[in-house]
C-alpha cells in the first residue's frame, strides 16, 4: 500500500499480513491518518499535505494519505490550483509531480488508524452507498466544497482544523484506534 510517502518513512508487510510504517526518523512506528473527500483534488490533498509537513515539523509520528469519494475526471490536472496557491501561502512544500486523485478502496480504510471526512452532509452518504460498514467508525468535520464557499474561506478553516487535529496528536487529546484491527472489518 502507498500512503503519500514524504521521504522519511516506509513502508513494511509483517509476517502476519498487517502492513505498519516504519519511521526511519528513529521514533517509531507511525500512526496512518487518512483524508477523504469526494474528488480527492483539492480539500482532501491540502488536508494531506499540509498534516505531513506540519507533523514532521512538530516530530510527531503521525502520516497522512487522501483518497476520494467518488472521483472527477474532468478535474484539470492532478491537484487543484488552489490547493496549490495556499500550499505556497502557508510556505508549505507541494510535490514535483503531484499525483494524480486516488479513489477510496477498502484496504485504505483498513490501514488508516484514524479516518476523516471533511464534510459529514456530503461524505456520510457516499461513505453509507460504498462502504457502509465504515459509516460510523470515520470522524466527520464541516468543511465546504467551492460550491459553498471560495478557497479563500475553505483553505484557512481547512488548515486551522488540521492543526487543531494535530495539536491533539501531539497533547494525548485523541485517541487514534486502530481501526482495522478493533472494530473487525475486513
Not at 60 to 88: C, D, F, H, K, V
Not at 102 to 116: C, G, N, P
Not at 154 to 170: G, K, S
Amino acid at each position: 500500500m502507498e500512503w503519500g510517502r514524504v521521504g522519511w518513512t516506509r513502508q513494511i508487510e509483517h509476517s502476519e499480513g498487517a502492513c505498519v510504517t516504519e519511521d526511519l526518523t528513529g521514533n517509531g512506528t507511525m500512526g496512518n491518518i487518512l483524508f477523504l473527500c469526494t474528488g480527492n483534488y483539492y480539500r482532501s490533498r491540502f488536508a494531506e499535505l499540509s498534516f505531513n509537513w506540519n507533523a514532521h515539523r512538530r516530530g510527531l509520528p503521525y502520516q497522512a494519505a487522501s483518497r476520494g469519494l467518488w472521483l472527477e475526471p474532468a478535474n484539470p490536472g492532478p491537484i487543484s490550483r488552489n490547493t496549490l496557491r495556499w500550499l505556497e501561502r502557508l510556505s508549505i512544500p507541494s510535490p514535483e509531480s503531484p499525483r494524480f486523485p486516488l479513489e477510496l478502496v477498502e484496504d485504505d480504510l483498513r490501514h488508516a488508524q484514524l479516518v476523516i471526512a471533511l464534510k459529514e452532509a456530503e461524505h456520510r452518504p457516499l461513505m453509507e452507498s460504498f462502504h457502509p460498514l465504515w459509516v460510523n467508525r470515520i470522524e466527520y468535520w464541516h468543511v465546504d466544497d467551492m460550491d459553498c464557499a471560495t478557497p479563500d474561506e475553505v483553505i484557512p478553516q481547512l488548515h486551522r482544523q488540521v492543526e487543531a487535529l494535530l495539536d491533539r496528536l501531539e497533547t494525548g487529546r485523541c485517541q487514534v484506534p486502530l481501526m482495522g484491527a478493533t472494530t473487525g472489518v475486513g
